[in-house]
């Protein structure tokens, strides 16, 4: 039961997010080092961080990422909801 709670929990916190946060331009991830759902950018403030080091003048800034926000925020929603439904079933065949 704990797992669902906490599959629960994480679908409603990125719900949450996409609601208020959508419009978000610089996403900076304190779990990105989370395999489950990987940053489509990189995944860790390193990657972006490198890409910056090699901007050259006139390319697009590697922290503004709206579009990969968007991606990940989707991406974080379909995982939660696939595994949320995966502890109901589960618990479901034990009864």
Known sequence: MR??????KF?????????EFADIEVPVHIHSY???????SGG??????????RRKPG?????????AWRRWLDVAE???????????QKAERAR
């Open 3 to 8: 797992e669902r709670e906490g599959g629960t």
């Open 11 to 19: 679908l409603d916190s990125i719900r949450r997010l996409r609601r």
């Open 34 to 40: 989370l395999t489950t759902y990987r940053f489509p």
């Open 44 to 53: 860790t403030v390193f990657e972006p961080a490198q890409q910056l080091a």
């Open 59 to 67: 390319e697009p800034h590697p922290f503004v990422d709206n579009a």
């Open 78 to 88: 379909a995982g939660a909801v696939q595994y949320v439904d995966e502890v109901k």
